[in-house]
């Protein structure tokens, strides 16, 4: 990756909205892992991902299909990452054939993890941070369709709207917990004569 990209991918403030999230090194939930199968099972792959990606690594969120010891630890290095281009560039990355793929072919995960296709959406915040990529990986060459894409979008829509729902409710509590503090603190009110 070359310098430049890898300054968008270590950028403070896509850094810092990543964190906000709250997502990092949590549990495998049901709402994304039945979004990661649905897309394996729609679009006939044999691996699904959400990947949030870190300043030196990417965390699964969700993934289906992806071989140990990865499926256990949920994360790769980001040197590993097809993911860190989609941050980068804010744009999806589509894959025919990864061992071609100027890009990505001197990729580890290639021989490592076996991707040869990948088609991955950008997962972007509310304020227009790429936190991610919602992906799926074929083992063997292949030409995605417009439609496969269009599926693929409208999935990563599913998964920002689960991202920023829980975000939002996050500071919704906050903010109540606040305000029952501030009442606490100030007491009873007084009876007005």
Known sequence: ??????SIVRNVARLSALQRMGLLDTPPEASFDRLTRVACRVL??????????????????????????FATCRQTPVSHSFCQHVVATGKPLIVEDARTNPLVRLNPAVEELGIVAYAGIPLVTSDGHAIGSFCVIDH????????????????AGCVMHEI???R????????????EARLRDAGPASPSH
């Open 1 to 6: 990756m070359s310098t430049e990209l890898l």
């Open 44 to 69: 006939r792959t044999p691996v699904g991902l959400v990947s949030l990606v870190d300043h030196d690594r990417q965390f699964f969120k969700s993934c289906v299909g992806l071989p140990e010891p």
């Open 140 to 155: 063997r060459p292949r030409s995605w369709s417009f439609d496969d894409i269009e599926t693929l979008q409208e999935l």
């Open 164 to 166: 920023e729902g829980r």
């Open 168 to 179: 939002l409710l996050q500071v919704t509590e906050a903010r109540c917990r606040e305000l």
